[in-house]
C-alpha cells in the first residue's frame, strides 16, 4: 500500500543519473519543494555540494559511524575531524602535517624542509597550547590562504607556484615547499606565473589544528 501522506520523505541519491546542468536546475526545485511543502526530507548523497546546498543539517558518515552533524556553515567551518575537513569543499581543506613546537615562549608550527610558521591567532594560539610539543596536522580552506610577496612579515610559508588552474569565475593556484603541497582558491582571473616565489601567508581566524594520530580537532568549542 502506499503512504499519501508521509511524515517524512527518504531521498537516495535521487540526483546521481542526471547530467550535470539539470542537476544543478533539480537542487533549486527540491529545496523550493521542501520549503513549500514544510516536509521533513532525508537525503543521501555522495556529492558535499548536494549537501552544501540542500541541507538545513548534515550528517557527515563515514564507514557507518556519524563523523559530525550540524549546518552546512558548522560542518564546513568548524570539522572536528581531518575527515570531514577533507570531504567538505571543493577543492579539499589543505592538511599539512607538522610538529607544533612550543618550548618556554609561543607556539610555533615546524613543517619540516618547507620551513616553520609562527602563530599570531589567539584562538589558534590556545588551542595549540593544548597539545605542547606533539605532531598534528595543519589546516586551512583554499579561498582562505593568501599570497604575497616573501618580503611580508606575515605568519606562513614561502613557497613557489607549480601549476595555476583558470576555471572561469576563480583561479586555483598550486603551491608547493618542502614535500607539502597546497592549493589557493582566488577568485576571477589571478595572475601568476608558474615558478614565482611567494609566500602562503595564514590569515587570523581561519586556521585549524587536529591531533595526527587521531584526525580530532584540538580544543575545538
Do not use: W
Amino acid at each position: 500500500s502506499a503512504i499519501t501522506e508521509p511524515e517524512i520523505f527518504l531521498l537516495d541519491e535521487p540526483l546521481s543519473n542526471l547530467d550535470a546542468a539539470f542537476r544543478a536546475f533539480m537542487r533549486t526545485e527540491l529545496k523550493h519543494l521542501q520549503h513549500e511543502f514544510q516536509q521533513t526530507m532525508v537525503y543521501v548523497t555522495h556529492d558535499q555540494i548536494e549537501a552544501m546546498s540542500l541541507a538545513d543539517r548534515i550528517a557527515v558518515m563515514d564507514m557507518g559511524l556519524l563523523q559530525q552533524y550540524g549546518t552546512p556553515n558548522e560542518v564546513y567551518n568548524k570539522p572536528c575531524n581531518t575527515f570531514v575537513a577533507n570531504f567538505m569543499g571543493s577543492p579539499s581543506m589543505n592538511l599539512l602535517p607538522c610538529r607544533l613546537t612550543n618550548g618556554d615562549g609561543d607556539p610555533a608550527l615546524n613543517f619540516g624542509d618547507a620551513g616553520t610558521s609562527t602563530i599570531e591567532d589567539g584562538e589558534l594560539m590556545r588551542r595549540c597550547k593544548l597539545a605542547r610539543n606533539a605532531d598534528v596536522v595543519f589546516g586551512m580552506r583554499p579561498e582562505d590562504i593568501e599570497i604575497q610577496p616573501r618580503e611580508v612579515g606575515r605568519p606562513g610559508l614561502d613557497m613557489e607556484v607549480t601549476f595555476v588552474e583558470p576555471i572561469g569565475p576563480r583561479t586555483v593556484v598550486h603551491l608547493s615547499a618542502g614535500g607539502h603541497n597546497i592549493k589557493v582558491a582566488k577568485d576571477k582571473q589571478y595572475p601568476i606565473e608558474i615558478g614565482a616565489k611567494v609566500k602562503a601567508a595564514f590569515p587570523k581566524g581561519r586556521c585549524h589544528i587536529f591531533d595526527a594520530e587521531s584526525g580530532d580537532a584540538i580544543g575545538l568549542e
